[in-house]
């Protein structure tokens, strides 16, 4: 009786090892050809970022490009790049930047030499950032804006949409005057696209509301495609008096038919959220593609709406939007479909591009440079401010005394050294980097520059669990409470740290 049981049970084991075996041999072949055989059309991935990186850690540099399905034409597009050319400064795989844009638009004109193409930008390409003391823009990011201005001329940009963030800059550069000296130097301002942005004032030029851009030749042989942009933008927090934002949907609205009537395809550039682009849509359903940026790093898959495609530029740029676009050959129809292609170092930089990167990288130092001479003057005469509860920064020194053991923590982690790492990329004063690089910074007697409060670089303890004065003279008051993931979060972002994982993370500074 033993016997029979002790043979049952072997062959029970050995049966379900076997089934076991057939599934997992069988099954990884099945889905990697399943993967492979996707075209562009039935990748509809939940998460655009996610999905794009596996697939690029996957790929060659010819993979990047994508096989030759039949494309006849193609638009590329990006935006939110917040007024700056470079790369995005993530410590393991930086992304983005205007020479690798530039530099992956050259390959796949050498690849598809026959297939016409336009670039375009989705909106917020200039940055808002204001001077603190005086309410305008401040004088780095002013420079930055003009350079973003000469980049665009140079890597020859079709249609730029304006976004909300872009009116404060566009109130210089399309001031009469100035737009005419920009007309001469850096012609792509008349390709700065708005219907529902007009100037209040007369001495303000209005940016067309829509303008049809034409591709001929290659693939479409003897057929030009006429394709008409119309451009959006939400209000937002813009509260300038140079320019009024209507109501976006209605622009369109407005707008359609006569662009319907000159156009083979209507392209709709919108800066809204995804509940808005939706709304547009549906509303008018006579726009055939709609390419937005939402102004955040929300990562959203393209989708349809009734007839209408909608895709959704990557933040910062990080991926470089390609909308292919084939000709359905029973209706005469054109439809488009768009991928994603990280910008990260297998793609080469234009080199020309690059050499006006760094010329603007040199300014731009000089400029900041200057800025913190002047704050360190400023901090001199000024006594530093303290928080709402008149806490004020005191630097990690001054919590080792109690807190040795997570003093010895701090200092063997990357938390210790987080502004060398600005320096190596010489971003030491750079106002995009420096929030999560240093302790306090735009708070209250927080971080101000290298030279007066040094004492404040790297991401100390106070940058987790606020200004602790309060706490050194009373230690028993309630200070510091940081939960994990979300205190990490700010900084940590999928984007700026593409491998945070936060219990891995949590272990080598838990303290």
Not at 98 to 120: K, S
Not at 311 to 316: F, L, N, P, T
Not at 317 to 328: A, C, D, P, Q, S
Request: proline share 6%; hydrophobic share 35%.
């Amino acid at each position: 009786m033993v016997r029979q049981l002790v043979s049952i049970f072997i062959l029970l084991t050995v049966g379900a090892l076997v089934l076991l075996a057939i599934r997992s041999f069988g099954s990884k072949p099945g889905s990697v050809a399943e993967e492979t055989v996707q075209t562009a059309t039935s990748q509809q991935p939940k998460d655009v970022f996610e999905f794009e990186r596996a697939q690029a850690r996957k790929t060659t540099l010819a993979g990047r490009l994508g096989g030759d399905d039949g494309l006849m034409a193609a638009i590329f597009f990006g935006g939110d790049i917040l007024g700056s050319l470079e790369v995005c400064g993530c410590p393991k795989n930086p992304l983005g930047g205007a020479a690798r844009r530039q530099g992956y638009i050259r390959l796949f004109a050498e690849q598809y030499p026959d297939v016409p193409f336009l670039h375009v930008d989705t909106g917020s390409f200039f940055s808002d950032r204001a001077d603190p003391m005086t309410g305008d823009l401040a004088e780095d990011v002013v420079v930055g804006n003009e350079w973003v201005v000469r980049a665009y001329e140079h890597m020859k940009l079709d249609v730029v949409n304006l976004s909300y963030h872009d009116l404060p800059q566009l109130a210089r550069c399309f001031q009469s005057g100035e737009f005419r000296r920009h007309v001469a130097e850096t012609p792509v301002v008349r390709r700065f696209l708005s219907a529902n942005v007009r100037s209040r004032e007369t001495s303000y030029v209005n940016p067309q509301p829509y303008m049809i851009r034409e591709l001929s030749g290659g693939r479409l042989n003897r057929r030009a495609l006429r394709i008409g942009f119309i451009g959006v933008t939400e209000a937002g927090n813009y509260r300038g008096r140079e320019f009024a934002v209507s109501d976006p949907l209605g622009a369109v609205r407005s707008l359609i038919p006569r662009v319907r009537a000159r156009a083979d395809l209507v392209v709709v550039l919108a800066y809204l959220p995804p509940e808005r682009v939706e709304s547009l849509a549906r509303e008018n359903p006579e726009v055939d593609v709609i390419l937005a940026g939402i102004g955040r790093p929300l990562w959203l898959p393209p989708t349809t709406i009734g007839r209408t495609y909608i895709a959704y530029s990557a933040y910062q740029t990080k991926l470089l939007g390609e909308l292919r676009l084939y000709r359905e050959e029973r209706s005469g129809r054109w439809r488009g479909v768009a991928r994603y292609v990280e910008l990260d170092g297998l793609i080469p930089e234009d080199p020309a591009t690059e050499a006006l990167r760094a010329e603007a990288r040199r300014e731009l130092a000089a400029v900041q440079r200057r800025f913190v001479e002047r704050a360190m003057a400023a901090s001199r005469r000024t006594r530093h401010a303290a928080s709402g509860d008149g806490a004020t920064f005191v630097g990690s020194r001054a919590c080792q005394p109690c807190h040795a053991s997570a003093y010895a923590v701090w200092t063997a982690s990357g938390h210790a050294h987080a502004f060398a790492t600005l320096q190596k990329a010489k971003r030491e004063s750079d106002p995009q980097c420096l929030g999560c690089h240093v302790t306090g910074y735009e708070q209250p007697g927080g971080f101000l520059n290298v030279f007066s409060t040094s004492q404040l670089t790297d991401v100390q303890c106070e940058a987790c669990h606020g200004p602790a004065s309060r706490h050194l003279e009373d230690p028993t008051r309630p200070y510091g409470k940081v939960g994990v993931p979300e205190g990490c979060l700010p900084c940590h972002t999928r984007e700026n740290s593409p491998d945070f994982e936060p219990l891995s993370y949590w272990t080598k500074i838990k303290h």
